[in-house]
Each structure stands twice: as structure tokens, then as C-alpha cells.
């Protein structure tokens, strides 16, 4: 979700068509008083990819109150698009060339396809990636992939591998995060090996497989209490007041109070909004501190999906 102070603005593939509402993720979108005359009858189709411009206050229900909807990546009405820019979540991969981009978008890389932030094999179901390409006959023929580091984690390094490579932190149990040859590294640290346990970290990263992740990203600061987990909902268990898990990490919130739960842009949307929202794969942040080896948490947030 992109925009300023005059302006929301949103791209993502469209669900749950209505009568003047569709979603894109986790977010509803009213479309009662949009320009909808790019659209075919005014609406979108279950899956089209679609640019949404809204009004900077959200509606009662934490809606984007749209004031224009258009088809996105296209510049006519032609199946064929050489000029095509769209990023969102990896939902199935069908071959070592070919994966499924938002539940619908097929995307075929080749021998030339220049890959950012990690490589062809990191493709994986969850991985959140931008690509850049032309639509040829439906299918997105990237030229382009670049990986988004989604997940973002803050606590103290609690293991370290035998050998280097990877770490896990203290109140963020089962995920691993490993560094490889891309990994960039911040503040005190200049490389892995001056990381050790009870460094204070943050770490930007995209997800690999199951509750491992690849850092892009880790910064060593002065010590701290702080604690941070960003990333996709999981599918199961489901979501069930108060609690949800985000890379199998199970995120208990029944202290917070309502106005601690909020939607994008920090807007207040309450305990009964907030697990409304909540869905496998929708980003979610939830921030803290660290009592011992364990998260007190007092503020969740979310991040949007595929937008």
C-alpha cells in the first residue's frame, strides 16, 4: 500500500468480487463513487490484476474508499503487454522455470532473466518477489526478478550453528535465519563472524522454506530488550482470538488492549478488525520486549499481502 497524505494507492490481483466492493488481500476496497470505465462493466474480474487510487481517510470498516480502479500492466486491450511491473507473493511453483504469481499470474523465466537478491532456486511458495517483464498470450515472461525482503525480525542472536552460516534469536522460537553471499551486514558487524550470542539484532529477509529465511540484511546495534516479528500469517493453525502464528511462531496477544491493534498506515482498528484481516500470507508485524527468553508483546500491526 503506496501514497501520501492526499492519496492511497494500491495493485494487486482482485477477490471476492461484489456489488461495489472487491479485496486485494486483506484489504476491502469500496468502489460506490470510483472511475471504473477502465473495467469491463465496471467491475473487475475474480483475479485481474488492477490498480486501485483511494481517498486518504479510510471508511468505517478500515475500507479504502477507491476513486479510481483500472486494469494494471496493460496499455490496451491486448492480451500481449511488452512493459509489465508487478510483485506479490510466490503461491505455487510449477517448474525450475515457470511459477505462479497471487493464485492466477503465470511467470516463465529463461537462460536471460536477470535475478536481484538471491537466485532461481529461492523461488519458492511464499516468497514475495517483484517481477519485470511481457505478457505474452497471458503468461509474464520475466526479464526481471527481484527478491523483497518481507520478513523482518529484532531480538538477541540465542544459537549460532557449528560452523557459521546461520542463528536463531531468543523469544522467536523454530526460526532459523541463514546468511549467505548476498547477505549485507550493519552497525557493529561486518561480516558473520563477528556476530555472537547475546548480540542485538535486526534483520531484514526473505522467506526460503517452512520457519527459515534468508537474511538480506543484518545489523548488530547496542543491547536491547526490544523484540520484532514481521512476516506472512500461516495457514494453520487458523487465526482464533487471541492468537495467530507467523513462521510457526505462535503470537499470543491476549494483554494487548484494542487500540493496540492497528491496520496499514498505523491506523486503530481494534482486536475485533484486526483478526477479521487475518489470513494465510497477509504481513503482520508485532512488536515488544523481552523478558527473559520470552516475548511480551504490545502493539500488532498489519502490513498488508501482495501490495
Known sequence: LEGGPSERRVTGFARNIGVETFTIGAILIDISAADVSDLPGGLP???MLVRVEAEP?????????????????????????????IEGFVTSVVSASEFVLGGSLVVRTTAGTEFQGGIAADIVAGAYVEVEGGLDAGVLLATEVEFESRVKLESN????????????LAGLPGITV?????????????????LAVGDHVEVEARLLSGSTVVASQVKETSASTDIELQGPIDAAPVPADPVFWILGVMVETGALQNDDFEGQNDAVIGRAGFFAALAPGVIVKVQGTLVGSNPNWDEAELEGEED
Open 45 to 47: 474480474v475474480d483475479g
Open 178 to 194: 541463514q546468511a549467505d553471499g548476498l547477505t549485507e551486514y550493519e552497525g557493529s558487524a561486518a561480516s558473520f563472524g563477528d
Open 57 to 85: 481517510n479510510l471508511g468505517p470498516s478500515g475500507q479504502l474508499i477507491a476513486s479510481e480502479v483500472e486494469r494494471a500492466g496493460f496499455d490496451d486491450d491486448s492480451p500481449d503487454n511488452d512493459d509489465v511491473e
Open 157 to 168: 542472536i540465542a544459537t549460532i550453528a557449528a560452523g557459521g552460516g546461520a542463528f536463531t
